[in-house]
Nanobody, 125 residues
């Protein structure tokens, strides 16, 4: 069982930056693909970014591409989401998720096996 704990959320003005972190508790973190998703009030959870187990491949949704960067440090069991040029529409609860190495469906929330509790990001205009 993998436990994921996100941190780094908060309130920021439009145009600002935040860095989210997600720490995994298990010993097999380096074998998991990792993803970030977000859910705004009244909306469905949506894909934000994903990174392969090695960090060699990454994917982004269109709304965040060029502004957000996903990275990982397997020695620290941590995945990051650097968010720059934040917009009010980025306001949401952000979740990290882990996918076991049986094939990688980066964009599909249903394909992820473990989830964190979420961290709130609020961007004011």
């Amino acid at each position: 069982q993998e436990q994921l704990v996100e941190s780094g959320g908060g309130l920021v003005q439009a145009g600002g930056s935040l860095r989210l972190s997600c720490v995994a508790s298990g010993r097999t973190f380096s074998s998991y693909a990792m993803g970030w998703f977000r859910q705004a009030p009244g909306k469905e959870r949506e894909f934000v970014a994903a990174i392969s187990w090695s960090g060699g491949s990454s994917y982004y949704s269109d709304p965040v591409r060029g502004r957000f960067t996903i990275s990982r440090d397997n020695a620290k069991n941590t995945v990051y989401l650097q968010m720059n040029s934040l917009k009010p529409e980025d306001t949401a609860v952000y979740y990290c998720a882990a996918q076991v190495p049986t094939g990688w469906e980066a964009y599909d929330a249903g394909a992820y096996d473990y989830w964190g509790q979420g961290t709130q990001v609020t961007v004011s205009s």
